[in-house]
């Protein structure tokens, strides 16, 4: 299994920036992706969850509003789109897949709910 994080950049407070995570080797039609991110000196915190039983999205509160995470369960992709960047979102986001297949454990982002992580791509907001 291998999760390929990608999209992140340089962006301006107040940009946008969609970030993508493509699987392989695992189906995302079974398993939920999440998204974490960890800011330098600071633990991993969990970002946003799409479920793969039923769809169903959760997201921090500290992104809720602004992050909105989707699939293509086709191409094998989940994707976070972020707006309203602000430079506390500054951090390596990494994507993860759930430790049980058709599973939805909600808005907890305990990190052993997680098994497989992609390598993390950087996120940097500032003007």
């Known amino acids: 299994v291998q999760l390929q994080a990608s999209g992140g950049g340089l962006v301006q407070p107040g940009g946008s920036l969609t970030l993508s995570c493509t699987a392989s080797g695992i189906s995302l039609e079974y398993y939920g992706i999440g998204w974490f991110r960890q800011a330098p000196g600071k633990e991993r915190e969990g970002v946003s969850l799409?479920?793969?039983?039923?769809?169903?999205?959760y997201s921090s509160d500290s992104v809720k509003g602004r992050f909105t995470i989707s699939r293509d369960a086709a191409s094998n992709m989940v994707y976070l789109e972020m707006n309203g960047l602000k430079p506390e979102d500054t951090a390596v986001y990494y994507c993860?897949?759930?430790?049980?297949?058709?599973?939805?454990?909600?808005?907890?982002?305990?990190?052993?709910?997680?098994?497989?992580w992609g390598q993390g791509t950087v996120v940097t907001v500032s003007s």
């Open positions: 799409i479920c793969s039983s039923d769809g169903s999205s």
């Open positions: 993860a897949t759930l430790v049980v297949r058709n599973w939805c454990p909600g808005p907890t982002f305990l990190h052993y709910q997680y098994n497989f």
